[in-house]
């Protein structure tokens, strides 16, 4: 409780210091950022920090964290210094928005943490990842931080996220354990303030034209709170079918439904008794792998659809969660642009943008932030924020081929600027990715694509009909639709270019991917796969119509209306920008259809797992935002009509919430009582092994030896919990962060001979090498080898014994201090 009531503090302090500074570089906003000050602030003490740490001009411990904190506050401060005034009479006229954040952010807070304190142990899937970069952070006495899981190397992973975490952990005394779940709670409530802010903006903006006075309208109508709903409440409709499944409905007349609509486990008869109240171990893990692919040959190929509901009740605190809150502060600086916030003008190697300086730099700032936090991300920011910047020079020059360069420049610029302000970043860091591969057999099936995103299609799509009731003279359906048709055929065409330039340049590699997707002869194969693609036309059709539709609008005449003309939409500036987050969200769903990033997965199971992710951000605010302004602005029969057809949607769509939640929980009553430590479970388990951790924590850093064993297993659980490196972790990780084994070499079968070997030189050649300091040898590592004791009870002094666990102490003589 006191670790929880310290970050609700310090996090609400820092929103405050540093609202001063988003109040200067939000003007065009209604809300001047406050609903984002906290995201803005975290991300920039955490730039600061970092930078300095990693430059050696501030140390990794509170002292450093402090020098962070007292250079964003005197930049705020400086920033507000001529502001104070109209600063305090905002927030007067915005009394009751200023309350509805902070009661919305501190409600968001608690109810994950409530959520997390039922169910937190960081077991299972990559929690254990995430936990060892945490305390990896905390305990590394420079930076960069080292891996945790290979020693001798830095992290090379996207890790701002975890930096940002250990930045409040230190000042708030956390461990590690607990701040494992209260980033988590943390990242939840910037997150929902974050949507609700964007929804905020954008209703007032839309409204504005209408009212009489250029105030915002009052937060206490509450229709701004949709945005939270939407983003991270509101799920694919798995869960429902999960309930009619139980039911057992649809099995009385055979397996017909479920066997078409192919969602394994779904396909299996239902267990008896009947009910509505799923039954299945771990049922509500299905609803993060909806889309089936299968290959030609019929083999069933895994993929990745995750929500953010799901991620949330899962618990991982994985970078594409981390990055929400800050990805919800790259929309808000793409409206501030799009809605002129930052006129002026910006020369930059050579090149003149329409742009002030200030606006300029944010954009930087934000854009190598979301890399470093998430480097999928980038793309997607710099795509919504560049074409922001168009629609922006749209409304002052009107149309013209000179927007394709102001997109170009602009985009370019900008990244080129985001990569060196964080330029330390990539001197470490390595990928998996390998390029761009094509996707010829494997289409999503409409069935599919509308379970994942049909709480979220249907709401855009009657916000794309309201729009149509008032813009058929203006709405251009040739350009529209022929750009989405354009480009649809144009990535089917590019995906059989790429296959055919594989082909000649590795065909090693085209060998590779003709049998991964199950293919015979090149002729074969392509009619295969063009039968496969007409035969799952479903879902390439549906993105044809929500982009076509929104390109319509996008695309329509913008010439000045009438004096006196009320059509419904008259597409006012809210609208082009959600037009924009449908478009962008709808060519991230589209492009796996036809490609995919090439990693070790070998399948396009990663790059749907990334852009849908990304895509559900955009749509559930567009779709929040159209159901928000409908449901003020319908009256009579339509709005009744529309109000039913919502709130039908959304039972559908909250069943996964509502089952999910006291299904992981417990129903709320942990059977080992309630608490934030995600660490706790060692000690319930392993009281022997959590002694020994303990005792870790508090002796002078130095490389583990532990035993080795694959991924999402208990293996590397010493150097997770202390931070300290050891010398190999979970192998197949490594090999993802690193895009091969190289740097690994011969460590996971050094380890088995420093542990199996009775010749005493041996192992002091493996301990000298690695430069170990500390022999764990306990239970793991007893099961896992045949485990020679008797040369480390000779050579090596005995400082933890406690049960089966002993911890044997190298002299430092002994090893390369060097490396």
Avoid: C
Avoid at 64 to 70: P, T
Avoid at 163 to 185: D, H, Q, R
Avoid at 282 to 309: H, K
Avoid at 398 to 423: C, H, K, M, P, Q
């Amino acid at each position: 409780m006191l670790s929880f009531l310290a970050w609700y503090i310090t996090v609400t302090l820092l929103g405050w210091l540093t609202f001063p500074l988003v109040y200067r570089l939000f003007p065009a906003l209604a809300d001047r950022g406050y609903s984002l000050a906290r995201a803005a602030g975290l991300l920039l003490w955490g730039y600061i920090f970092w930078l300095l740490a990693s430059l050696g001009v501030a140390q990794n411990n509170v002292g450093g964290v402090l020098l962070g904190l007292a250079i964003l506050v005197g930049l705020s401060l400086f920033s507000g210094r001529h502001s104070l005034s109209p600063i305090v009479q905002w927030l007067r006229d915005n009394l009751r928005l200023v309350l509805t954040v902070e009661g919305l952010f501190l409600f968001a807070f608690a109810f994950l943490a409530v959520v997390r304190a039922a169910n937190p142990d960081a077991v299972g899937t990559e929690k254990p990842m995430e936990l060892a970069f945490i305390n990896a952070i905390l305990r590394s006495p420079t930076f960069p931080p080292h891996d945790p899981w290979l020693s001798g190397y830095a992290i090379s992973y996207y890790y701002f996220g975890y930096v940002m975490a250990a930045v409040l952990a230190k000042l708030t005394a956390t461990s590690g354990g607990v701040t494992f779940n209260l980033m988590l709670s943390l990242v939840f409530s910037m997150s929902a303030v974050g949507a609700y802010g964007v929804i905020y903006n954008l209703l007032n903006t839309a409204d504005r034209g209408r009212r009489t006075t250029d105030a915002p309208r009052s937060a206490a109508s509450g229709l701004p709170l949709v945005g939270p709903l939407f983003l991270l409440l509101v799920s694919n409709l798995e869960g429902f079918l999960e309930m009619l499944h139980q039911r057992g409905i649809f099995w009385s007349s055979g397996a017909n439904f479920w066997t078409w609509l192919d969602i394994k486990d779904l396909k299996q008869p239902p267990a008896e008794p009947f009910g509505w109240v799923p039954e299945r171990f771990w049922w509500w893990w299905r609803a993060s792998r909806v889309v089936q692919d299968y290959d030609l040959a019929g083999n069933f190929r895994e993929v990745i659809d995750e929500f953010p509901f799901f991620s949330y009740l899962l618990g991982d605190l994985h970078p594409h969660v981390l990055a929400m809150p800050f990805g919800l502060l790259a929309v808000a600086v793409a409206l501030n642009l799009f809605l002129g916030g930052w006129r002026g003008e910006t020369n930059i190697f050579g090149l003149r943008l329409s742009v002030s300086r200030t606006g300029f730099f944010s954009v930087a700032v934000v854009l190598g932030g979301l890399a470093f936090l998430n480097t999928w991300d980038i793309l997607v920011a710099a795509a919504l924020i560049a074409a922001a910047y168009v629609l922006f020079r749209v409304g002052e020059s009107g149309w013209a081929w000179s927007r394709l360069e102001d997109f170009i420049l602009f985009g370019l610029t900008t990244g080129v600027i985001a990569i060196l302000l964080y330029l330390p970043f990539y001197f470490g860091f390595s990928s998996q990715a390998g390029g761009i591969l094509p996707n010829l057999v494997n289409p999503t099936r409409g069935a599919h694509l509308w379970v994942m995103f049909g709480p979220l299609l249907l709401p855009i799509l009657a916000y794309l009909l309201y729009l149509w009731r008032g813009e058929k003279a203006r709405a251009n359906w040739r350009a529209g639709f022929g750009l989405a048709l354009g480009a649809a055929l144009f990535l089917w065409i590019f995906s059989w270019l790429l296959g055919w330039l594989v082909s000649i340049v590795k065909p090693d590699l085209a060998g590779v991917l003709l049998a991964s997707q199950g293919g015979g002869s090149v002729r074969t194969f392509f009619a295969q796969a063009s039968a496969r693609r007409l035969d799952y036309f479903g879902g390439l059709l549906t993105l044809v119509v929500v982009l076509g539709w929104a390109l319509t609008f996008l695309t329509a005449d913008r010439s000045p209306q009438p004096e006196g003309d009320e059509t419904p939409s008259a597409v006012h500036r809210s609208s082009s920008f959600v037009l924009l987050l449908i478009v962008l969200g709808g060519l991230l769903v589209l492009a796996p259809e036809f490609v995919y990033l090439r990693d070790q997965f070998g399948s396009r199971m990663n790059t749907i797992f990334k852009f849908y992710y990304q895509a559900w951000m955009l749509w559930s605010l567009a779709a929040a935002f159209g159901a928000a302004w409908m449901l003020e602005k319908l009256r009579g029969t339509w709005a009744w009509t529309y109000r039913g057809g919502l709130a039908l949607v959304l039972a559908m769509a909250l069943a996964y919430p509502a089952l999910g939640l006291p299904g992981k929980t417990n129903n709320f009553k942990p059977p080992f009582g309630w608490t934030l430590d995600s660490a706790a479970h060692v000690a319930r388990e392993n009281p022997d092994e959590a002694a020994a951790i303990a005792w870790l924590q508090g002796v002078p850093d130095g490389v583990v030896a532990e035993a080795v064993g694959g991924s999402y297993t208990g293996y590397a659980r010493i150097s997770t919990h202390t931070g300290l490196p050891t010398v190999l972790g979970w192998p197949g990780h490594e090999s993802q962060w690193r895009g091969g084994g190289a740097e690994m070499g011969s460590r996971e079968g050094d380890i088995a001979t420093l542990y199996s070997t009775p010749d005493w030189t041996t192992a002091q050649t493996i301990l000298t090498q690695y430069d170990v300091r500390y022999v764990i040898v306990g239970t793991l590592e007893r099961s896992t080898y045949k485990v020679n004791e008797a040369k480390f009870q000779q050579f090596l002094p005995v400082v933890f014994r406690q049960g089966d666990v002993v911890i044997y102490a190298v002299p430092q003589s002994w090893t390369n201090i060097d490396g």
